[in-house]
């Protein structure tokens, strides 16, 4: 597969638009027991919309001014930082593993946490900033996986914007 050509033709236009998805209303609680990340690592607030058939899923952060990043990235233009941008695409993709993994958009009250090691980050374009105050919304799409490893595509929609577009790679230890 051709990363890099997947990632510019993805660089300037959201991946799919979110109405075509199934509506989600998935809070961190839920979001919790899929991904073994908490606080203050946990990089996404809401899962908005999946479809098992696209193998797509979409999903919310607000950007808090507060945030302990900006004070020194950078204290006097804050910024949100590209690798984090690419961790809550990461992270997002992962919640897409887990529903295309049980075919299912309910989350049990118990969940075994899906337990991952990022191999590569296959490629990133970092296009335009994510600034504090902001809610952006993040994209990720299923690109190939087996019972090892997992290849996505994801994005990061600030303002109407892409503002990161990023393929990530993953290892599943519990396969």
């Not at 997002?92 to 075919?103: A, D, N």
């Not at 809610?135 to 595509?153: G, P």
Request: net charge negative.
């Amino acid at each position: 597969m051709d990363y890099e050509s997947l990632l510019r033709q993805h660089r300037r236009k959201p991946l799919f638009a979110s109405d075509d998805l199934a509506p989600l209303a998935w809070g961190r609680s839920e979001i919790k027991r899929i991904l073994p990340h908490r606080e203050p690592f946990l990089l996404v607030d809401r899962l908005t919309g999946v479809s098992l058939d696209a193998e797509a899923i979409a999903g919310a952060r607000l950007i808090s001014s507060d945030d302990p990043v900006f004070s020194g990235h950078f204290p006097d233009y804050p910024v949100y930082p590209g690798c984090l941008e690419v961790e809550m695409i990461g992270q997002l993709g992962l919640c897409l593993h887990y529903f295309l993994q049980s075919r299912s958009t309910s989350v049990p009250t118990v969940v075994q946490p899906l337990q991952v090691r990022a191999t590569r980050i296959l490629g990133a374009y970092y296009l335009e900033p994510v600034l504090p105050g902001r809610e952006i919304t993040l994209l990720a799409k299923k690109l190939e996986f087996d019972e090892y490893f997992a290849t996505m595509i994801g994005q990061v929609v600030a303002d109407g914007k892409v503002a990161c577009a990023a393929i990530g790679e993953v290892c599943f230890l519990n396969p």
